[in-house]
């Protein structure tokens, strides 16, 4: 799976705080009745709405690897529209399109 090399890093200097993370992380999915797709899903939502270009990317790649469809993660996108706004839903949009092109590529 791809990691930014600003993660690879922090996770170096840091690798107890990263490992936390981790746990917190893994603890938060494991907490509810949510399936790993439903949570990559919601997961997307709330990186749009906090108008992330790394977690919308990172949350796409995972519900993508989770088995949705691209009709679905853009559905997810569509649906920030009407809540964050029309500029924040089409920079979502755009980094989106990038993963769905890299996985069509098979990169």
Request: proline share 5%; charged share 20%.
């Amino acid at each position: 799976m791809y990691l930014p090399e600003t993660y690879r890093s922090f996770s170096d200097k840091f690798p107890e705080v990263k490992g936390c993370y981790e746990q917190l992380g893994k603890a938060c999915r494991s907490a509810g009745p949510l399936d790993k797709k439903t949570q990559d899903l919601v997961k997307l939502g709330i990186a749009i709405g906090a108008n992330s270009r790394g977690a919308v990317m990172s949350s796409a790649r995972k519900a993508l690897a989770e088995g949705a469809t691209p009709e679905e993660i853009t559905h997810v996108v569509l649906l920030s529209l009407t809540t964050t706004g029309f500029p924040n839903m089409m920079a979502a949009i755009g980094w989106v399109g990038e993963v769905l092109t890299k996985d069509a590529q098979g990169e």
